[in-house]
């Protein structure tokens, strides 16, 4: 194994042999979908569980099956045309680059208030002292600082920690209020309860991750996979990602139906405090705590994913951007890609930095309407815009023959661009 001196990131090692020696090299897949996985995703299932009991678990389970199919096509395609997503896309044509770019902006001022916050609610819970928006700063600069100087083993480290203290917090939670075991098997038959049709797209739709899917390609070349030999244990690594994101998931829904069955549940991060409270009040404050530090895990481990994997994303766009026309058609850009932008650039330290601090101000302010519309439309239309871009490239001769889809994949992603085309229709009549 050698390492690259430009970047201090690993260049390809050999190809592991054995589930064993495969198992020592996961690390892209958690990175993913813990990054994905929020507290708003945990609340949303947590409302689910409460309103409808076990009755949605199956949801989960497809939701689940979904973004595994996602998440595999866009390693996929780093492991075998190539080039990187944004190579890809360019492609398809400019526009692609000028909607990402558009996206990438809005997005990442909006959001990065939005996680600061959660990742600063837990702790002013824990240590109320300090004000909830100033500890949501300190995480901020937190997040920057490392993803400034740490590579990426450092931060898959990191991240590695972070989704063990989320196991050990929610699923204990789960453990501890008792679930009803006959009705969690009963809940994954497929059903649909009055009224909670919505609550199904939510759980289908929300498993893990919007842009940050599209970081996973960029994770595993970083990781030092680089070549379609690499395809079984992307493969692996993935599959255990969305795994863990499915248990956490099961586990707020199963917390939901059994502790707060009835309960009017605050919508918001908010509501994971309430759900604190809860289990303080049924079984004393040693239950609040280590389920608030798991809280702030899920939401520090979500601020530390995108920081890194949506800042690689950018730093490739402008890449992208700046590629002369010729290099559109050329087979050969990861090399391009290795010494011209990822970690230690201009644009990716800079697009950091536009995460973490311009938005300290939306912690004083409530999000302005026009910001938040144009937010919410950019971000409805990714997902689809996602699912059908894979299907267009996996489909071509822009990948090697080993890399295209077969029909299980491209009836995944087919599904995947219905779904989220419907909720991004429905979320664009909201907006307007």
Avoid at 323 to 336: K, N
Wanted: aromatic share 14%; charged share 10%; with cysteine.
């Amino acid at each position: 194994m050698s390492s690259d001196p430009r970047h201090g990131e690993v260049a390809e090692p050999e190809v592991p042999v054995g589930l064993k020696a495969k198992v020592r090299q996961i690390g892209p897949g958690i990175m993913a979908a813990a990054t994905g996985v929020g507290a708003g995703d945990l609340v949303a299932t947590m409302v689910a569980g409460s309103r409808y009991g076990y009755a949605l678990l199956w949801a989960v389970i497809v939701g689940t099956i979904f973004k595994i199919a996602l998440g595999e096509a866009v390693g996929r395609w780093h492991l075998t045309s190539g080039r990187t997503m944004l190579s890809g896309w360019r492609t398809l044509g400019r526009w692609v680059l000028v909607y990402f770019g558009a996206y990438a902006v809005v997005w990442g001022f909006v959001y990065g208030a939005t996680a600061m916050s959660a990742s600063g609610l837990p702790l002013n819970a824990l240590f109320p002292a300090i004000d909830v928006r100033y500890w949501a700063m300190i995480c901020g600069v937190a997040g920057f600082v490392l993803v400034w100087f740490g590579r990426y083993a450092v931060i898959e480290k990191v991240m590695t920690v972070l989704v063990g203290v989320m196991f050990v917090a929610v699923v204990g939670t789960a453990i501890l209020v008792t679930p009803n075991l006959v009705e969690t098997f009963e809940g994954f038959v497929p059903r649909l309860p009055d009224g909670s049709f919505v609550y199904v797209l939510g759980l289908i739709g929300g498993v893990g991750g919007t842009i940050t899917m599209a970081a996973y390609g960029y994770w595993t070349l970083a990781k030092g996979w680089r070549s379609s030999g690499w395809l079984s244990m992307m493969r692996l690594d993935n599959t255990t990602g969305y795994v863990t994101t499915a248990i956490f998931v099961v586990a707020m829904l199963i917390v939901g139906a059994e502790l707060l069955a009835g309960h009017n549940v605050i919508d918001g991060d908010e509501g994971l405090l309430m759900l604190g409270n809860t289990l303080a009040a049924d079984y004393g404050q040693w239950a609040r705590i280590p389920f608030l530090v798991g809280f702030w895990a899920v939401s520090f481990s979500s601020l530390v994913g995108v920081w890194n994997g949506v800042s690689l994303l950018f730093a490739d766009w402008w890449r992208t951007w700046r590629l002369p026309r010729y290099a559109v058609g050329e087979a050969e850009e990861l090399s391009d890609y290795d010494h011209r932008a990822g970690i230690g650039s201009p644009v990716f330290r800079g697009y950091a930095a536009w995460l973490t601090f311009p938005p300290m101000a939306l912690l004083f302010l409530d999000q302005p309407f026009q910001l938040t519309v144009a937010y919410g439309a950019l971000g409805a239309l990714f997902m689809p815009f996602l699912a059908g871009t894979l299907l267009f490239l996996l489909n071509s001769n822009r990948v090697e023959r080993v890399g295209r889809s077969g029909w299980l994949s491209n009836t995944l992603l087919t599904m995947c661009l219905a779904l989220f085309g419907y909720l991004a229709v429905d979320e664009l009549i909201g907006l307007f």
